[in-house]
């Protein structure tokens, strides 16, 4: 591996989450960074990030905040929706729904709530250029750990 300097370019946060909605790296915003559907590439084809910053379970706050951005987004439809139809609500209906709703969500939003995570890490802590190279060089190469700056 090289010891060349590498530069970094720290993107706006308002970048940083729209890249993450369009489902990019928020880091530089390149595209194919899904394997699968739920499951993201080791790293980013364009800029080399490792897409779990070298962390070990890196995504369990992702899918905590997966369960509570669904959770607010029914919250506030169900919340209209009794208001509404106020005074009579159809409480049957709501409870099915919302059931069918809260599942299906958390499936439907969890690549969002992967690359927004991300972003909102990148946003708290963002890439100096030796953590950028560790990335770039494949990190966790022999004893070399993630640089901690």
């Not at 208001?83 to 409480?91: E, F, M």
Request: aromatic share 10%; glycine share 6%; hydrophobic share 45%.
């Amino acid at each position: 591996m090289t010891d060349r300097a590498v530069s970094v370019t720290r993107p706006s946060l308002s970048q940083l989450v729209v890249r993450a909605l369009r489902l990019r790296c928020p880091h530089c915003g390149g595209r194919a960074i899904f394997a699968s559907v739920f499951e993201l590439k080791e790293r980013c084809p364009s800029c080399g990030i490792r897409l779990e910053r070298g962390e070990k379970d890196y995504f369990v706050g992702a899918y905590l905040f997966n369960l509570i951005a669904v959770e607010l987004i029914l919250f506030v439809c169900v919340c209209g929706l009794v208001y509404v139809t106020w005074p009579d609500p159809p409480w049957d209906l709501i409870t099915y729904v919302t059931a069918f709703l809260m599942l299906s969500g958390c499936v439907v939003c969890y690549p969002f709530a992967k690359t927004t995570w991300l972003a909102v890490d990148l946003a708290i802590r963002p890439l100096s250029p030796e953590e950028l190279q560790w990335h770039r060089e494949g990190g966790d190469v022999g004893d070399r750990e993630l640089p901690h700056v």
